[in-house]
């Protein structure tokens, strides 16, 4: 894709930085209806659905060759909406299916799967986008096509599909009868509280991130 067409500001519908951020913005805009919790009974086909098109988006970036900003160093983009009340929001509404065991790297060999929170997981990869999006509606599209690829590598691409799995297996054993009947408190049958599913989750990723390339922490 030529230069041109990555600074194009248009809103052209064949452009593909217009048609990425209509699909981050539609995603943006669906989670946010959905954890006001108006239908709770659609809540997880509905979210699955809309994981499943935002996974689209992050192919086609995934899928692009390697998008540069347009300066060194990356513009201020203002602060970060807060996203609290929307985790809470999400958390209560899917209570009964939130936490789920997750593998961080399914390349990595005998790795023990950990505990997750889809409410988790969706508000981080909506930080993510929202980053990107105020890049873009401030008018600097490369900036935002750039973090939106990027971090599709480093972050929300992983988190999104793990969070797909997890309600695409909620729906399946739904539509299947097969009832999960273990469900009930995935983490607290192996007693761990919030603190520890966070110790355990970043345990595990500094094993994932050091430890095959024999690196130390990092030195100022």
Do not use: C
């Amino acid at each position: 894709m030529s230069d041109a067409t990555l600074h194009s500001t248009t809103h052209d519908p064949d452009d593909f930085a217009v048609q990425i951020a209509d699909q981050i913005e539609s995603f943006l805009v669906a989670v946010t209806e959905v954890a006001k919790g108006d239908e709770p009974d659609s809540a997880v086909p509905f979210l699955l659905l809309e994981v499943s098109q935002l996974l689209l988006a992050g192919g086609r970036l995934g899928a692009h060759e390697d998008i540069l900003p347009d300066e060194r160093y990356e513009p201020d983009p203002g602060p970060e909406p807060d996203v609290d009340d929307l985790r809470e929001n999400l958390a209560r509404l899917l209570e009964p299916i939130d936490v789920y065991s997750e593998v961080f790297d399914p390349y990595e060999p005998r790795k023990a799967p950990v505990p997750a929170r889809i409410s988790d997981d969706l508000t981080d990869v909506i930080t993510d986008l929202r980053h990107g999006m105020a890049h873009y509606r401030a008018g600097r599209t490369t900036e935002a096509l750039w973090w939106w690829q990027f971090s599709y590598f480093s972050n929300w691409g992983g988190t999104a599909s793990a969070t797909l799995r997890a309600l695409q297996s909620v729906v399946a054993h739904v539509r299947l009868n097969q009832p999960l009947e273990e469900l009930d408190g995935l983490d607290t049958d192996q007693g761990l509280g919030d603190d520890t599913l966070e110790f355990e989750a970043g345990r595990v990723m500094e094993q994932e991130i050091l430890g095959p390339l024999g690196l130390g922490p990092a030195k100022n």
